[in-house]
T-cell receptor, first 117, second 114 residues
Protein backbone atom coordinates (compact mmCIF):
# COMPACT_ATOMS: atom_id res chain seq x y z
CA UNK A 1 0.00 0.00 0.00
CA UNK A 2 1.35 3.40 -1.03
CA UNK A 3 2.28 5.66 1.85
CA UNK A 4 3.45 9.27 1.63
CA UNK A 5 5.54 10.84 4.38
CA UNK A 6 6.52 14.46 4.82
CA UNK A 7 9.27 15.45 7.20
CA UNK A 8 9.47 17.70 9.12
CA UNK A 9 5.89 18.29 10.21
CA UNK A 10 6.70 21.92 10.91
CA UNK A 11 9.51 24.27 9.94
CA UNK A 12 10.30 27.85 10.95
CA UNK A 13 12.85 29.92 9.04
CA UNK A 14 13.87 33.59 8.85
CA UNK A 15 12.85 35.59 5.82
CA UNK A 16 15.21 35.33 2.87
CA UNK A 17 16.41 31.82 3.60
CA UNK A 18 16.37 29.11 0.95
CA UNK A 19 14.66 25.97 2.16
CA UNK A 20 13.81 22.42 1.18
CA UNK A 21 10.69 20.45 2.01
CA UNK A 22 10.82 16.67 1.75
CA UNK A 23 8.34 14.08 0.58
CA UNK A 24 8.90 10.33 0.43
CA UNK A 25 6.71 7.55 -0.92
CA UNK A 26 6.91 3.80 -0.54
CA UNK A 27 5.88 2.58 -4.01
CA UNK A 28 8.02 3.94 -6.85
CA UNK A 29 5.44 3.01 -9.52
CA UNK A 30 3.78 6.42 -9.51
CA UNK A 31 2.26 8.28 -12.44
CA UNK A 32 2.76 11.78 -11.11
CA UNK A 33 3.47 13.73 -7.96
CA UNK A 34 1.90 17.05 -7.05
CA UNK A 35 2.84 19.70 -4.54
CA UNK A 36 0.04 21.78 -3.02
CA UNK A 37 -0.13 24.77 -0.75
CA UNK A 38 -2.86 25.17 1.88
CA UNK A 39 -3.48 28.38 3.79
CA UNK A 40 -5.27 28.12 7.16
CA UNK A 41 -8.95 27.30 6.75
CA UNK A 42 -8.67 27.23 2.95
CA UNK A 43 -8.58 24.71 0.17
CA UNK A 44 -5.48 23.46 -1.61
CA UNK A 45 -3.73 25.25 -4.43
CA UNK A 46 -1.75 23.19 -6.91
CA UNK A 47 1.84 24.45 -7.11
CA UNK A 48 3.69 21.97 -9.29
CA UNK A 49 2.94 18.65 -10.95
CA UNK A 50 5.80 16.36 -11.93
CA UNK A 51 5.12 13.52 -14.32
CA UNK A 52 6.87 10.23 -13.63
CA UNK A 53 9.10 10.73 -16.68
CA UNK A 54 10.30 14.13 -15.44
CA UNK A 55 13.02 14.97 -12.97
CA UNK A 56 11.93 18.45 -11.97
CA UNK A 57 9.51 21.31 -12.49
CA UNK A 58 10.00 25.00 -11.80
CA UNK A 59 7.60 27.86 -11.17
CA UNK A 60 9.04 31.19 -10.07
CA UNK A 61 10.89 30.68 -6.78
CA UNK A 62 9.69 27.09 -6.51
CA UNK A 63 11.50 24.04 -7.82
CA UNK A 64 10.28 20.50 -7.31
CA UNK A 65 12.40 17.46 -8.01
CA UNK A 66 11.45 13.83 -8.32
CA UNK A 67 13.60 10.72 -7.82
CA UNK A 68 11.30 7.79 -8.44
CA UNK A 69 13.88 5.11 -7.80
CA UNK A 70 14.52 6.35 -4.28
CA UNK A 71 10.91 7.33 -3.65
CA UNK A 72 11.66 10.98 -2.93
CA UNK A 73 10.62 14.43 -3.96
CA UNK A 74 11.79 17.79 -2.71
CA UNK A 75 10.25 21.23 -2.95
CA UNK A 76 12.86 23.97 -2.97
CA UNK A 77 11.75 27.49 -2.09
CA UNK A 78 14.24 30.23 -2.86
CA UNK A 79 14.47 33.49 -0.94
CA UNK A 80 11.56 32.70 1.34
CA UNK A 81 9.03 35.40 2.23
CA UNK A 82 6.46 35.71 5.03
CA UNK A 83 3.78 35.21 2.39
CA UNK A 84 5.13 31.69 1.83
CA UNK A 85 3.89 30.71 5.29
CA UNK A 86 1.41 27.88 4.77
CA UNK A 87 1.13 24.11 4.90
CA UNK A 88 2.68 22.32 1.95
CA UNK A 89 1.36 18.92 0.94
CA UNK A 90 2.60 16.41 -1.56
CA UNK A 91 0.46 13.75 -3.18
CA UNK A 92 1.16 10.86 -5.54
CA UNK A 93 -1.08 9.31 -8.16
CA UNK A 94 -0.65 5.77 -9.44
CA UNK A 95 -2.34 6.22 -12.83
CA UNK A 96 -2.93 9.92 -13.49
CA UNK A 97 -6.57 9.80 -12.54
CA UNK A 98 -7.63 10.72 -9.06
CA UNK A 99 -10.29 8.14 -8.35
CA UNK A 100 -10.51 4.39 -8.43
CA UNK A 101 -8.46 1.65 -6.85
CA UNK A 102 -5.36 2.57 -8.82
CA UNK A 103 -5.85 6.24 -9.30
CA UNK A 104 -6.58 7.44 -5.82
CA UNK A 105 -4.40 10.38 -4.95
CA UNK A 106 -2.39 9.59 -1.80
CA UNK A 107 -1.58 12.63 0.32
CA UNK A 108 1.09 13.24 2.89
CA UNK A 109 0.16 15.01 6.12
CA UNK A 110 1.99 18.15 5.14
CA UNK A 111 4.77 20.41 6.38
CA UNK A 112 3.67 23.60 8.12
CA UNK A 113 6.05 26.36 7.10
CA UNK A 114 6.45 29.60 9.00
CA UNK A 115 8.65 32.34 7.53
CA UNK A 116 9.53 35.00 10.11
CA UNK A 117 10.05 38.61 9.01
CA UNK B 1 -13.25 33.84 -12.80
CA UNK B 2 -13.34 30.07 -13.17
CA UNK B 3 -13.25 28.04 -10.02
CA UNK B 4 -14.92 25.81 -7.49
CA UNK B 5 -17.42 27.21 -5.01
CA UNK B 6 -18.25 25.41 -1.82
CA UNK B 7 -21.00 26.55 0.46
CA UNK B 8 -21.50 27.22 3.22
CA UNK B 9 -18.05 27.90 4.67
CA UNK B 10 -19.16 26.84 8.16
CA UNK B 11 -21.99 24.46 9.00
CA UNK B 12 -23.31 23.40 12.38
CA UNK B 13 -25.70 20.51 12.89
CA UNK B 14 -27.14 18.44 15.67
CA UNK B 15 -26.27 14.78 15.86
CA UNK B 16 -28.76 12.61 13.98
CA UNK B 17 -29.49 15.16 11.26
CA UNK B 18 -28.52 14.78 7.63
CA UNK B 19 -26.72 17.72 6.07
CA UNK B 20 -25.85 18.54 2.45
CA UNK B 21 -22.70 20.36 1.37
CA UNK B 22 -22.74 22.20 -1.92
CA UNK B 23 -20.02 22.12 -4.57
CA UNK B 24 -20.28 23.95 -7.89
CA UNK B 25 -17.60 24.35 -10.57
CA UNK B 26 -17.48 26.45 -13.74
CA UNK B 27 -14.23 25.00 -15.04
CA UNK B 28 -16.02 22.58 -17.39
CA UNK B 29 -14.24 19.70 -15.68
CA UNK B 30 -15.59 16.20 -16.14
CA UNK B 31 -14.35 14.78 -12.85
CA UNK B 32 -15.28 15.91 -9.37
CA UNK B 33 -14.19 14.63 -5.96
CA UNK B 34 -14.99 14.94 -2.28
CA UNK B 35 -12.21 14.73 0.31
CA UNK B 36 -12.26 14.83 4.05
CA UNK B 37 -9.44 16.43 6.03
CA UNK B 38 -8.90 15.79 9.74
CA UNK B 39 -6.17 17.32 11.93
CA UNK B 40 -2.95 15.34 11.71
CA UNK B 41 -4.19 13.22 8.80
CA UNK B 42 -3.82 13.43 5.08
CA UNK B 43 -6.79 14.04 2.83
CA UNK B 44 -9.00 11.00 2.30
CA UNK B 45 -11.25 10.41 -0.70
CA UNK B 46 -14.96 10.03 0.05
CA UNK B 47 -16.59 9.87 -3.41
CA UNK B 48 -15.72 10.79 -6.95
CA UNK B 49 -17.53 11.19 -10.23
CA UNK B 50 -16.10 11.14 -13.74
CA UNK B 51 -19.33 11.67 -15.65
CA UNK B 52 -22.84 12.95 -15.06
CA UNK B 53 -25.15 10.44 -13.37
CA UNK B 54 -22.27 8.22 -12.33
CA UNK B 55 -20.15 8.20 -9.19
CA UNK B 56 -17.91 5.81 -7.30
CA UNK B 57 -17.01 5.24 -3.67
CA UNK B 58 -13.65 6.30 -2.37
CA UNK B 59 -11.83 5.02 0.68
CA UNK B 60 -14.27 6.30 3.31
CA UNK B 61 -17.72 6.40 1.68
CA UNK B 62 -19.67 4.90 4.58
CA UNK B 63 -22.20 7.36 5.98
CA UNK B 64 -22.02 9.65 2.94
CA UNK B 65 -24.02 9.97 -0.27
CA UNK B 66 -23.61 12.04 -3.44
CA UNK B 67 -25.39 12.88 -6.66
CA UNK B 68 -24.18 14.15 -10.03
CA UNK B 69 -27.21 15.36 -11.96
CA UNK B 70 -25.30 18.17 -13.65
CA UNK B 71 -21.71 18.45 -14.78
CA UNK B 72 -21.24 21.56 -12.69
CA UNK B 73 -22.60 20.26 -9.41
CA UNK B 74 -21.58 17.48 -7.01
CA UNK B 75 -23.34 17.82 -3.64
CA UNK B 76 -22.34 15.68 -0.68
CA UNK B 77 -24.80 14.54 1.97
CA UNK B 78 -23.45 13.61 5.37
CA UNK B 79 -25.98 11.24 6.85
CA UNK B 80 -26.71 10.38 10.46
CA UNK B 81 -24.96 7.06 9.82
CA UNK B 82 -21.57 8.80 9.63
CA UNK B 83 -20.07 8.14 13.05
CA UNK B 84 -17.62 11.02 13.18
CA UNK B 85 -18.85 13.72 10.79
CA UNK B 86 -17.06 16.73 12.27
CA UNK B 87 -14.31 17.58 9.77
CA UNK B 88 -13.17 19.91 7.01
CA UNK B 89 -14.66 18.85 3.66
CA UNK B 90 -12.97 19.71 0.39
CA UNK B 91 -14.41 19.45 -3.10
CA UNK B 92 -12.10 19.19 -6.10
CA UNK B 93 -12.28 18.81 -9.85
CA UNK B 94 -10.06 17.91 -12.77
CA UNK B 95 -10.14 17.21 -16.47
CA UNK B 96 -9.88 13.54 -17.35
CA UNK B 97 -7.71 13.80 -20.44
CA UNK B 98 -4.92 14.37 -20.81
CA UNK B 99 -3.95 12.61 -17.65
CA UNK B 100 -1.42 14.40 -15.48
CA UNK B 101 -3.73 17.35 -15.12
CA UNK B 102 -3.63 19.15 -11.78
CA UNK B 103 -6.39 18.91 -9.24
CA UNK B 104 -8.33 22.11 -8.43
CA UNK B 105 -9.85 22.59 -4.99
CA UNK B 106 -12.60 24.69 -3.49
CA UNK B 107 -12.12 26.55 -0.20
CA UNK B 108 -13.83 23.91 1.87
CA UNK B 109 -16.73 23.58 4.29
CA UNK B 110 -16.07 23.09 7.98
CA UNK B 111 -18.80 20.91 9.45
CA UNK B 112 -19.34 20.70 13.19
CA UNK B 113 -21.80 18.19 14.58
CA UNK B 114 -22.73 18.32 18.26
Amino acid sequence: KQEVTQIPAALSVPEGENLVLNCSFTDSAIYNLQWFRQDPGKGLTSLLLIQSSQREQTSGRLNASLDKSSGRSTLYIAASQPGDSATYLCAVSLDGNYGGSQGNLIFGKGTKLSVKP
Amino acid sequence: DGGITQSPKYLFRKEGQNVTLSCEQNLNHDAMYWYRQDPGQGLRLIYYSQIVNDFQKGDIAEGYSVSREKKESFPLTVTSAQKNPTAFYLCASSILYPQNSPLHFGNGTRLTVT
